[in-house]
């Protein structure tokens, strides 16, 4: 006999797919898409197009092509019951008289856990929970993990050779990865909030660390400047104002959001940066370094949900030690360089023995062009 697919979990995969459209538009907040089904057939979908804007529920209920009275709402996410941005999508269902609400994800934001859920069944509307609950928890882990620990979400990437090495002898690296990985990269930096290098990653190699996706563009505002989504936000590891002013980073700092996290004290040299449009944030010091901990905090009090760290050796090591990666992305090329003196992806004391070493679950692997891509979970 041919299996019958359970009809809630159809109509929840369709909402799915259409949350993860939001990836990269959203945050801080989660990706959420909503379906509304009557009588057997879609009348209206939407999902979270865009941060402080309409969430996932209002754009179904407002792209219904007939009445939604009656009708069953499927949510990836318990629909929210606070003002926000937005207001609350509880008082929306309600208004338009769904029949029944079927849900993905619990909310773990104080503000609504369980409270969204409570609030329509006390209206009288039948609440199903916890459909297809795995799958929709995983679109919003960074989410989950912003709300519940009020830091960002840090995921390690970096792209070697096959002898585990990042660079040749005299520090040449381009290109390690070929064009479908770098592809790949760009829409990672697009889905973060934030990416982070250390500063001598900016004198050596003078990056723009933007996100170059032909096609798409959507802008927000930060005080008197509009600057790209796309994009994420640039931070470098700066302990005491080395990042050249020349740099393009500094000189595009117009353009692309960008901090620098520094323990520098001197307030002159302070203001040359920020004449140029950087923004220069303060932290503690750990060992003369910036102390990785103590700006994931400072990020996080920034709305920012999520950093992809991108280098160099050193400050991956560090943000390893301090136990701020939650996890790791390797594109490993099938080329070898050899060198006792060429640079690896990992620098740092690193572990004394096997058993101390930092290992990875829930692995992903890919294959982008002629490189293979592992991605894992901090353990």
Known sequence: MVKVENIDEKYMKEAIDLAKKGAGWVNPNPMVGAVIVKSGKVIGFGYHEKYK???????????CIESPEGATMYVTLEPCCHHGNTGPCTEAIIEKKIKRLVVGSFDPNPLVSGKGIQTLRDSGIEVVEGVLREECDELNKVFFHYIKNK???????????????????????KWISTEESRANVHMDRHKNS?????VETVIKDDPMLNCRIEGIEKYIDIGDIKYPLTSPIRIICDSFLRTPLDSKIVKTADKYRTIIASCEE?????????????????????????DLKDLMKKLGELSIDSVLIEGGASINWSALENNIVNKVQAYIAPKIFGGQYAKTPITGAGVDSPSQAFELKNKIIK?????????????
């Open 194 to 198: 934030a990416i982070l290098v250390g």
């Open 266 to 290: 001197d307030e002159e040299k302070i203001e040359e940066y920020r004449k140029k449009n950087c923004e220069v944030l303060k932290v503690k010091s750990l060992e003369k370094r910036v």
């Open 151 to 173: 830091t960002p979400y840090v995921t390690m990437k970096y792209a070697m050779t096959i002898d585990g090495k990042m660079a040749t002898y005299s520090g040449k690296s």
């Open 367 to 379: 294959i982008f062009g002629e490189d293979i891509f592992i991605e894992g979970e901090v353990k």
């Open 53 to 63: 804007m309409a969430h996932a529920e209002r754009n179904a209920l407002a792209n």
